[in-house]
Every structure is written in structure tokens, then in C-alpha cells.
């Protein structure tokens, strides 16, 4: 998804676009779920402890553990995104 994210930004298109996804709500709903995960990290990478210091790593961010995008979602979860982030770790148990 991260992919998807940066790729879109550099050429000025939706991630839909990039997918070839036609039908408008799932175009509609992949762009903002897209979106978010995407404007969730680079918020995150450019966050700085007291030295100014980067206080995450990309590649911690997107590493396989789920738990690490989980945390991203469930820090502004509301709405949708709560909702997900619950049915997840319900389904995990």
C-alpha cells in the first residue's frame, strides 16, 4: 500500500488509477484507505524525539508485523477505522 501511496503522489493520480479499479465507491473507498495509511507514516517519519532526533524508521513502519500499521490506525481510529482496526484483532484471537 505504501507503494501505491508514493507512487500516486509522484505521478499526480489516484491509487485507484493505478489499479485500474472502474468502479467509483471501491476507487473511492481503496483512494482514502490508501491515503491514510499513506499520510499516517510520513506524519510518523517526520516526527522528531527532543534532540531532533527521527523518532520512527520507515522500515519499522513497514515491516511485516501488522502490529506496527495497527498502532498507526488505532492512535486516530474513529469512525471506519475503529471499526477495522477492532474486527482485526477480534479475528486474531
Given at each position: 500500500m505504501w507503494n501505491v501511496h508514493?507512487?500516486?503522489k509522484t505521478y499526480g493520480i489516484r491509487p485507484s488509477e493505478?489499479?485500474?479499479?472502474?468502479?467509483?465507491?471501491t476507487a473511492?473507498?481503496?483512494?482514502?484507505a490508501v491515503s491514510l495509511i499513506g499520510n499516517l507514516i510520513e506524519n510518523k517519519t517526520s516526527?522528531?524525539?527532543?534532540?531532533?532526533?527521527?523518532?520512527y524508521?520507515?522500515?519499522?513502519?513497514?515491516s511485516d508485523e501488522p502490529q506496527n500499521v495497527?498502532?498507526?490506525?488505532?492512535q486516530r481510529a474513529?469512525?471506519?477505522?475503529?471499526a477495522i482496526?477492532?474486527?482485526y484483532v477480534k479475528t486474531k484471537k
Open positions: 508514493v507512487t500516486a493505478l489499479l485500474c479499479i472502474k468502479d467509483e465507491w473511492y473507498c481503496f483512494d482514502n516526527e522528531t524525539d527532543d534532540r531532533g532526533r527521527p523518532r524508521r520507515l522500515q519499522d513502519l513497514l495497527l498502532d498507526l490506525i488505532n474513529t469512525g471506519i477505522e475503529g482496526s477492532h474486527y
